[in-house]
């Protein structure tokens, strides 16, 4: 939860409730992984899956620890996960604005697949588009 509320511009309101993340972590089929740097967490990733697809629901690095592979490391384990599980997707949306997820995701192979208007509200009343990405884990496992 300490990195839930570094990581998460408030702004947004995207960052989960420790009664939200403790619900969906109690659901089967549900898995979490923590980046730990020192021993202290310093990223985490939120799965599900269902059936043949798994969706990422929530990926996250400290402020401080940015830009260091973190998020890239995270990201990748995901997949391996989802793939040990035998999913064949991994789907995940992302606020059409978020230009450092967006790109994460590009590079570790996920393509767009659909955009949902309107589908995040924030703190001014406005709302975003968010961007459905896939990752065909399949071709990744070669
Ligand atoms: C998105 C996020 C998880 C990335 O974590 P990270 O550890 O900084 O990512 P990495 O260092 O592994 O970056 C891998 C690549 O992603 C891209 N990237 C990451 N942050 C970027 C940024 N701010 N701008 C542009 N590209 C970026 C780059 O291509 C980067 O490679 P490079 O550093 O060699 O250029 C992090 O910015 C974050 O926690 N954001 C807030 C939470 C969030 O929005 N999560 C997604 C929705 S749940």
């Not at 043949?52 to 391996?80: C, D, K, S, W």
């Not at 997820?101 to 767009?112: I, K, P, V």
Request: proline letters at 3%; one cysteine or more; aromatic letters at 8%.
């Amino acid at each position: 939860m300490a990195v839930m509320h570094a990581a998460f511009d408030p702004f947004y309101g995207e960052a989960w409730s420790a009664a939200q993340l403790g619900a969906t972590l109690a659901m089967p089929g549900c898995w979490g992984r923590m980046a730990l740097i020192g021993g202290a967490a310093a990223g985490f990733t939120l799965c599900r899956a269902a059936g043949p697809e798994v969706e990422l629901l929530l990926i996250a690095v400290n402020t401080q620890q940015r830009r260091q592979g973190i998020g890239q490391r995270l990201l990748l384990r995901a997949q391996e996960d989802a793939l040990a599980r035998k999913a064949s997707l991994l789907f995940l949306e992302v606020r059409e604005d978020n230009h450092a997820a967006r790109r994460l995701y590009e590079r570790a192979g996920f393509l767009q697949v659909g955009r949902r208007p309107d589908y995040y509200s924030v703190k001014d009343g406005s709302r975003r588009a968010a961007i459905t990405m896939r990752s065909d884990l399949e071709k990744m496992s070669g």
